[in-house]
């Protein structure tokens, strides 16, 4: 906590163009009314690369020739100040950070749609990650285990994290930017659960809710757009996911589109399909499968695998333990993994341009994480699932 000046910065949007080396930057303070001139200085190594002026809650354009961009593999990030001056004395000052990137998609020379990052092809895949402690349920013991987790994530081969149905503090998707990792991020389901069709379009019924219950959804949602809209390993919107309280699908993906047009966003993960958004989501349990295609939208696997595997003195509880398939030990959770992997390579040329697998950590009585609920054992042989991850990842760019 810290004394602030009256007018203070109170949020900052940033939203790149890599095509045009431009960065959109909207500074918003606590009073809005005033003529206090907001500064921004993008800063690269410590030298400053551009500079914009303007007042609060219009949009002020920055442009870097030939900025450094963020990806995967180096993501870096530049340093920005932003200043608020009121009669020509600066009242308030905040250091932050963007990043150059672009997410979209682009049919391929097979005419098959896939995901892009920078303008490259690029294969997502990643883990169901739920986010549940033991010890917090959902709130993590420290800053250094939302760090853990991630790290773990990008140790083993992955690329991308699903955030699914729980929004974590800015703190977390901070990491992410540091960590380089893409991020799919989930609207936390509400109002129970529909008649659900999994396995064809159109299928399934959407929901009736009420107009507090509707209001409150897009209220709620506008809130973690807004959480996460600077944060640029931030790159699929997710607003239903297995039908659970869907509603008006093509009304609310318009929506989340204009809302923020530079992202990419998969309408329904998993079932109740609908012919709008970027992504067809397809869920598959235990192993891989590609029941459905959709030629003018991307095609990816969202959940599958769920492999378990209970271990005694790390459970949540001694019954009423599973996965979807149960092993044994580590050699055996490690060799299913792989057979899995294989057949999602052989997908990969077939269409699928992204896959999740299910999940990140054992969460109470589902064993079926990479690691145990409390992060104290790994289960699987992770330089042989490194291996396996990164051949998915890869058949893409063959």
């Known amino acids: 906590m810290e004394p602030v000046a009256v007018n203070h910065v109170t949020a900052i949007k940033t939203i790149p163009c890599i095509d045009s080396g431009t960065l959109n930057v909207t500074v918003t303070t606590a009073q809005p009314g005033t003529n206090d001139i907001i500064e921004v200085r993008l800063l690269d190594k410590g030298k400053v690369v551009a500079t914009a002026k303007g007042l609060q809650g219009k949009e002020m354009r920055l442009t870097v020739q030939n900025p450094t961009l963020w990806d995967t593999e180096n993501p870096y990030l530049y340093d920005m100040k932003i200043s608020v001056a009121s009669a020509g004395k600066v009242v308030d000052e905040v250091s932050s950070y963007a990043a150059f990137r672009k997410i979209s998609a682009k049919r391929d020379a097979n005419g098959i749609m896939r995901m892009q990052l920078n303008n490259k092809d690029l294969f997502h895949y990643g883990p169901l990650d739920q986010g549940w402690w033991p010890d917090g349920l959902y709130t993590a013991p420290t800053d250094e285990a939302l760090l853990y987790d991630i790290k773990k994530t990008r140790e083993w081969g992955f690329n991308m994290i699903r955030k699914h149905v729980k929004v974590e503090p800015a703190r977390w998707y901070y990491h992410c930017d540091r960590e380089g990792i893409l991020v799919w991020q989930d609207m936390p389901s509400g109002d129970m659960g529909n008649h659900w069709a999994p396995r064809e379009y159109n299928g399934g019924m959407d929901k009736q809710r009420s107009a507090a219950s509707v209001a409150n959804y897009y209220q709620e949602w506008q809130e973690i757009m807004d959480l996460c809209i600077s944060n640029h390993s931030v790159v699929v919107w997710v607003p239903f996911n297995e039908a659970w309280g869907q509603f008006d699908t093509e009304k609310v993906t318009e929506w989340t589109a204009e809302y923020d047009p530079s992202r990419l966003i998969n309408p329904a993960s998993g079932g109740n399909h609908r012919p709008c958004g970027d ?38 509880w001694n019954d009423r333990n599973w996965g979807y398939v149960q092993f044994k030990n580590s050699r055996e959770v490690t060799a299913e993994y792989v057979k899995f992997a294989k057949e999602l390579k052989e997908m990969v040329k077939r269409g699928y341009s992204a896959a999740v697998y299910t999940q990140t950590t054992d969460v109470e009585g589902e064993v079926n994480g990479l690691m145990t609920y409390d992060r104290k054992q790994i289960k699987i042989d992770e330089a042989a699932v490194r291996k396996a991850n990164q051949e998915v990842i890869q058949e893409l760019s063959k």
């Open 279 to 316: 992504i067809l989501d397809l869920h598959s349990y235990p192993g891989p499968e590609m029941f459905l295609f959709d030629a003018e939208r991307v095609n990816v696997l969202g959940e599958y695998g769920g492999i378990g595997l209970a271990l005694d003195d790390h459970l949540w």
